[in-house]
């Protein structure tokens, strides 16, 4: 079992920048995937970035150039580095962990983006 925390959300003004952090109640050396997803009202879910135990990072296309994806294995941490945001990003966040074949979710943060 694993519990994914995420950090507060919150409002900004388009265009500008905001960092969401996940943190793991155990490693997340091992896990085989992790990544950001997002539900705007009255959307589905839908993928923002990845990244696998590899390293290798996949972006929506509406997000590239603008938000980067990372980690801290040490702390247990994955990040979402969010610039030049766009009133259209506004959704609840939610990061997910890959671990042996199941998946973790966390509680979901808002962000919203003022025009």
């Known amino acids: 079992q694993v519990q994914l925390v995420e950090s507060e959300g919150g409002l900004v003004q388009a265009g500008g920048s905001l960092r969401l952090s996940c943190t793991a109640s155990r490693s997340i050396f091992m896990a085989n995937t992790m990544g950001w997803y997002r539900q705007a009202p009255g959307k589905q879910r839908e993928l923002v970035a990845t990244m696998t135990r590899g390293g290798n990072t996949n972006y929506a296309d509406s997000v590239k150039g603008r938000f980067t994806i990372s980690r801290d294995n040490a702390k247990n941490t994955m990040y979402l580095q969010m610039n030049s945001l766009k009133p259209e990003d506004t959704a609840v966040y939610y990061c997910?962990?890959?671990?042996?074949?199941?998946?973790?979710w966390g509680q979901g943060t808002q962000v919203t983006v003022s025009s």
């Open positions: 997910s962990l890959n671990v042996a074949l199941l998946d973790y």
